[in-house]
């Protein structure tokens, strides 16, 4: 059985095939670039890197698209056509130009997506960098008929698109019976969504032939997708919010134009509660990657924290999941750290069969629409299974389960074989780690367990191997 993913267009799991064989086109939307991305986007972006990692180990090659939004957006629904420009709302708050605070946030989001170990993008084109493409898609717009230019401003027609809807439900009759819609008389049609703004307080602005002004939301990702992945891609993915008006109206101006299906798997990330609210900087619990690395914990753990939940299903965040991931982790790497090869050990058919069956389970899983839960268990579970075998292993075993756990962790990115970052001890912990090692060298057995009980209490747990005596924070 190959990949089926939950496909937002049908409402339904679909078996995944490219329009290409071999080939995936993938477009994620990506950041808007006025503050640090939080903690929530991540569950979105993360979404699309999972999703390559699955493509690529399936034998595809990807071609994964994600936008940079460096032109403010509107600060309430898109539709309403009002409210204070996101760009412009930072770029007052830190003294800098619009094209500044682009610059540094889009930074910090490479930053931050290099720390949770993401595959880094085929491309990632700005907005303003592709002003000319949309000017020219809007002008193929007007000549078909699909949009109308007034008073220096360029809306699309919906009443030319019957599809509209398709995606999220929300067709113009139940925009209208539900009188979401300021009225504006320039508007044919009170659910009509601009291509092509003028405001001559706009900080950012392009000439065009309609008038100085700047590009619509939903235009961007419409020609920038175009633009690298061609009129008709594979997947489209983001979060649940861009799924209406966002991808609607991408739909309906991007099929208008070419007469070509946009998209045709379309996945949508569920947003989470975090401490079981609604994150908000008001609740205190509006926290950045950055926010979440101070509180002490690693990157690899926020990673698989936030890979706990399938995308689509609910999800609480809390520090506790922070600090059980730590504990994964920690299980995993200790295992790897066991296993051999050695010489003396017997060849385990059971640890062989073990690994065959984690392996299966959790390629299983993620095929069926990213199951992430089970497949954590999947790899969880060998973990356990390996250990109750006892370790050492033989170099055939060892083999296998490093191949078994490699392959789950191409797929979820935790960067298991390598070392987490080196943690420091305080001066007084180092210096009681080496007086209990002094002590069982001495065989003074009774101070060594003295001073073991002692470090246990400040949370540091000793475990005495054949390579010496290791720790770690319980």
């Known amino acids: 059985m190959g990949i089926r993913l939950y496909n937002s267009l049908s409402n339904s799991k679909e078996d995944f095939t490219?329009?290409?064989?071999?080939?995936?086109?993938?477009?994620?939307?990506?950041?808007t670039v006025y503050d640090y991305a939080h903690i929530g986007n991540f569950r979105s972006f993360l979404l699309a890197d999972l999703l390559r990692r699955t493509f690529e180990a399936r034998g595809f090659s990807v071609r994964q698209v994600m936008n940079i939004t460096?032109?403010?957006?509107?600060?309430?629904?898109?539709?309403?056509?009002?409210?204070?420009d996101k760009m412009a709302v930072a770029a007052r708050?830190?003294?800098?130009?619009?094209?500044?605070?682009?610059?540094?946030?889009?930074?910090?989001?490479?930053?931050?997506?290099?720390?949770l170990n993401f595959r880094k993008a085929s491309a990632y084109p700005r907005a303003t960098e592709s002003i000319p493409g949309m000017i020219a898609l809007i002008e193929q717009l007007v000549a078909k008929g699909h949009a109308y230019a007034i008073g220096g401003n360029v809306y699309f027609d919906l009443s030319t698109f019957p599809a509209y809807g398709r995606l999220s439900g929300n067709t113009v009759e139940q925009l209208k019976a539900g009188a979401r819609l300021d009225p504006n008389p320039e508007k044919r049609n009170p659910a009509d969504f601009a291509l092509w703004k003028t405001d001559p307080g706009h900080l950012m602005q392009w000439d065009s032939p309609f008038g100085r002004g700047f590009p619509g939301w939903h235009i961007e990702c419409s020609?920038?997708?175009?633009?690298?992945?061609?009129?008709s891609i594979d997947v489209h993915t983001g979060g649940e919010d861009n799924r209406f008006p966002h991808h609607e109206c991408e739909i309906a101006q991007s099929e208008a134009a070419t007469g070509r299906p946009f998209a045709r798997f379309w996945l949508h990330a569920r947003h989470f509660l975090v401490n079981g609210e609604k994150m908000s900087k008001s609740a205190g619990n509006f926290w950045t990657l950055r926010d979440v690395l101070s509180m002490?914990?690693?990157?690899?753990?926020?990673?698989?924290?936030?890979?706990?939940?399938?995308?689509?299903?609910?999800?609480?965040?809390?520090?506790?999941?922070?600090?059980?991931a730590a504990k994964n982790l920690a299980?995993?790497?200790?295992?790897?750290?066991?296993?051999?090869?050695?010489?003396?050990?017997?060849?385990?058919?059971?640890?062989?069969?073990?690994?065959?069956?984690?392996?299966?389970?959790?390629?299983?899983?993620?095929?069926?629409?990213?199951?992430?839960?089970?497949?954590?268990?999947?790899?969880?579970?060998?973990?356990?299974?390996?250990?109750?075998?006892?370790v050492p292993l033989s170099a055939g075993d060892g083999a296998a389960v490093r191949g078994a756990i490699a392959a789950m962790d191409g797929v979820l990115g935790l960067k298991l074989a390598e070392a987490p970052r080196e943690e420091t001890l305080e001066e007084e912990v180092a210096r009681l780690i080496e007086a209990r090692a002094e002590a069982r060298r001495q065989r003074d057995f009774a101070k060594a367990d003295r001073i073991r009980r002692d470090l246990a209490g400040r949370g540091i747990l000793l475990e005495d191997t054949s390579r010496g005596t290791v720790w770690k924070r319980g």
């Open 223 to 231: 020609v920038m997708a175009m633009a690298h992945l061609g009129e």
């Open 331 to 390: 299980r995993i790497r200790d295992l790897l750290g066991k296993i051999g090869p050695d010489a003396a050990a017997p060849d385990r058919p059971e640890v062989v069969a073990a690994a065959a069956r984690a392996r299966a389970d959790f390629d299983a899983a993620i095929d069926d629409d990213l199951n992430v839960s089970p497949a954590r268990a999947a790899l969880l579970g060998l973990v356990t299974e390996v250990n109750r075998a006892g």
């Open 70 to 84: 460096d032109v403010g957006h509107m600060t309430v629904d898109d539709l309403r056509d009002t409210g204070e």
């Open 296 to 324: 002490g914990h690693e990157p690899m753990a926020v990673r698989l924290a936030l890979l706990s939940v399938q995308y689509r299903s609910p999800m609480n965040l809390t520090l506790d999941l922070f600090t059980e």
């Open 93 to 115: 708050r830190l003294g800098m130009d619009p094209l500044e605070v682009a610059r540094f946030y889009e930074q910090a989001f490479f930053t931050d997506i290099e720390t």
């Open 18 to 31: 490219p329009l290409v064989p071999g080939r995936v086109t993938m477009y994620n939307c990506g950041p």
